[in-house]
């Protein structure tokens, strides 16, 4: 499980109800139906105006992959993958890696190293793979903008919650104190709309952006491998280019430890 996405949630709303209770408002305050009815179902009901319902489905997935902890493996494994794979291509031909092949979990690179055992050609290759992390790329945006979406319309509808529940107290001015209660009562729309906007859907939207940037990186270090392999170059020569995709501060102290 991803704990930032447990911690976050966690002290989010950690923050807002201690916070609540330091400043003397009431957490009895947040018991409004009405104001959770405009925030969450305004929220939704924003997106289903906005996107096909193919897309709004999609939303327990995207919550998903939000709680869930990346299991791809390391750069350094796939390194090291990658060069046992020229060792064997070497060694023994190309055609020895079709038995490598049911090993691999990856579709994206099962794919690949697929298509170099048939001997396709190596731009047909790249072509498919770069073609094929482009429409990734492209699905990943449109599904995080549902998030990005949700998070504009939740502020603005806590808004309007307010002028609602305004318009409800000024309606009857005859009992100040009523007035009063009326008033506080009216802003926990605008409460709820800033919480899940801002705490809520545009981090989980900027959580996804990320994953979405470390799984393209991942993709980008496989067609790299694979159009290395399908060259013929050197296990050394592999582990070098692919050595790129590692950070400075990661190689330094693989360096390190193999001192």
Same mark, same amino acid.
């Given at each position: 499980?991803?704990?930032?996405?447990?911690?976050?949630?966690?002290?989010?709303?950690?923050?807002?109800?201690?916070?609540?209770?330091?400043?003397?408002?009431?957490?009895?305050?947040?018991?409004?139906?009405? $104001?959770?009815?405009?925030?969450?179902? #305004?929220?939704?009901?924003? *997106?289903?105006? @906005?996107?096909?319902?193919?897309?709004? %489905?999609?939303?327990?997935?995207?919550?998903?992959?939000?709680?869930?902890?990346?299991?791809?493996?390391?750069?350094?494994?796939?390194?090291?993958?990658?060069?046992?794979?020229?060792?064997?291509?070497?060694?023994?031909?190309?055609?020895?890696?079709?038995?490598?092949?049911?090993?691999?979990?990856?579709?994206?690179?099962?794919?690949?190293?697929?298509?170099?055992?048939?001997?396709?050609?190596?731009?047909?290759?790249?072509?498919?793979?770069?073609?094929?992390?482009?429409?990734?790329?492209?699905?990943?945006?449109?599904?995080?903008?549902?998030?990005?979406?949700?998070?504009?319309? $939740?502020?603005?509808?806590?808004?309007? #919650?307010?002028?609602?529940? *305004?318009?409800? @107290?000024?309606?009857?001015?005859?009992? %100040?104190?009523?007035?009063?209660?009326?008033?506080?009562?009216?802003?926990?729309?605008?409460?709820?709309?800033?919480?899940?906007?801002?705490?809520?859907?545009?981090?989980?939207?900027?959580?996804?952006?990320?994953?979405?940037?470390?799984?393209?990186?991942?993709?980008?270090?496989?067609?790299?491998?694979?159009?290395?392999?399908?060259?013929?170059?050197?296990?050394?020569?592999?582990?070098?280019?692919?050595?790129?995709?590692?950070?400075?501060?990661?190689?330094?102290?693989?360096?390190?430890?193999?001192?």
């Amino acid at each position: 499980m991803e704990k930032s996405t447990v911690i976050g949630l966690i002290a989010g709303f950690i923050s807002v109800f201690v916070g609540m209770i330091l400043k003397g408002a009431p957490l009895t305050a947040l018991n409004n139906p009405a $104001a959770f009815l405009i925030i969450i179902g #305004g929220t939704f009901s924003c *997106l289903l105006n @906005a996107f096909p319902m193919a897309d709004v %489905v999609k939303l327990p997935t995207l919550f998903k992959l939000l709680f869930r902890l990346d299991n791809s493996g390391s750069k350094m494994e796939m390194v090291r993958l990658f060069v046992d794979l020229s060792q064997l291509a070497r060694r023994e031909g190309i055609l020895a890696l079709e038995g490598r092949v049911a090993e691999i979990e990856d579709p994206f690179f099962k794919n690949g190293l697929s298509m170099v055992i048939d001997g396709m050609d190596p731009d047909f290759v790249s072509d498919v793979l770069d073609a094929e992390l482009a429409l990734t790329e492209e699905r990943h945006a449109s599904a995080r903008s549902i998030l990005t979406q949700a998070g504009t319309y $939740a502020p603005t509808l806590g808004v309007l #919650g307010a002028v609602v529940g *305004l318009i409800a @107290a000024l309606a009857d001015l005859s009992d %100040v104190n009523k007035l009063g209660h009326a008033i506080s009562a009216a802003f926990v729309a605008t409460i709820l709309g800033i919480f899940t906007g801002y705490v809520i859907w545009l981090p989980f939207a900027n959580k996804l952006k990320v994953k979405s940037a470390e799984e393209m990186a991942h993709k980008r270090m496989i067609i790299e491998g694979i159009l290395s392999l399908q060259a013929g170059d050197s296990p050394t020569a592999i582990e070098s280019k692919l050595m790129v995709f590692i950070p400075q501060s990661e190689r330094e102290s693989l360096e390190e430890n193999k001192e």
